[in-house]
């Protein structure tokens, strides 16, 4: 019985992870309080920063990039399926995945895009076809990781031209990869955390009390990572909590709980940013303090991904209903992009 709740339970977190639809409302000064569609998009799924510029994903092969005059531009990929993940290592090169195994990758700034056919993923466990790839993370020394469904990882030491499987030895979904110095990390389902280094998987035990996975009635479900310096890493998770991971001494550290479920961290050039739902945006200087971003519009929509530039306090945050939010002070205060 308590497997099944725990199944159960964490069937509803993922669906409304990935489908869920919501509203947006103006504020109330001089709007009385309309709610309004901001695009014809229905979720917008992950958004990641190309130099100056930014991409986002979203269904049915929706691609736009946002250019540094703030405009919209449109970058439709030859694909009905959804884009869950994009990563680009500069201007012109980056990675796309998403839904049923599909993968493709640009070298001219999202122009052209080309198909990749890639021979893992192709079904594992109790899934039937093409497993849907849930993330993927490219860095400038030609390292590309893609993972998704079943525990599935193909990884890349030559810009992608070439993918070896090294499947995670877990039948979980992946929710989050990240690039170590010296291998990858990645994270998902009952909080679930592997080191790749030397050739081999390395499960990272929880301490109790920290998260193990166990607590069926809140399940946590590891859904972002990110990188502090090269040893230490910046954990987020859909129960609220933050965690620091040491990779040298292998210990995690709650540092602390959070209003909303979390989706997605990145770094600005002076603060920590979280993201996720009810319109949650929060921010911090050390991962334990953390504040309510503002924002000038009321949102009840959740916000599936946020990104920075490198080293800039410009940064955006996208979700439910194709909603863009915009930050030029670091995550302090936000601005809907219409």
Known sequence: MKKF???????????????????????????????????????????TSAGNN?????????????????????RKIDTLQDLLSISFIDDKNGWVVGTSGVAFKTNDGGKSWVPLNL????????IKGKVSFTCVEADS??????????????????????????SIPE?????CVKITNDGLLVGGEFGVLYSYRGGKWHKVEMTSGIFTGEDWMNPEVISGILSIDDKQFAIIGFTGNTYTYNLKDNKIKKTATLSAPLY????????????GEYGKLFYSSDLVNWKDSKKDVSSNVYL??????????????????????????????WQILK
């Open 171 to 175: 039948d979980i979904n992946i929710a």
């Open 54 to 74: 930014f991409y986002i994903s979203g269904p049915d092969g929706e691609l736009l990039k946002l250019d540094e005059s703030r405009k919209f531009i449109t």
């Open 141 to 166: 020394k030609n390292r590309v990781v893609i993972a998704g469904e079943a525990g599935v990882v193909g990884y890349s030491v030559d810009g992608g031209l070439n993918f070896k499987e090294i």
């Open 5 to 47: 709740l725990i199944i159960f339970t964490l069937s509803l977190v993922i669906t409304s992870f990935f489908l869920q639809r919501d509203t947006i409302s103006a504020p109330s000064n001089g709007s009385n309080g309309r709610t309004h569609k901001l695009s014809i998009v229905d979720n917008f799924f992950h958004v």
């Open 264 to 275: 997605s961290i990145s770094k600005s050039k002076e603060n920590y940013v979280a993201c």
């Open 119 to 126: 021979e893992f993923g192709k079904g594992k466990g109790k």
């Open 304 to 333: 599936r991904s946020v990104n920075f530039s490198k080293h800039s306090n410009t940064g955006v945050a996208i979700g439910g209903y194709g909603t863009v939010f915009i930050t030029q002070d670091g995550g302090l205060n």
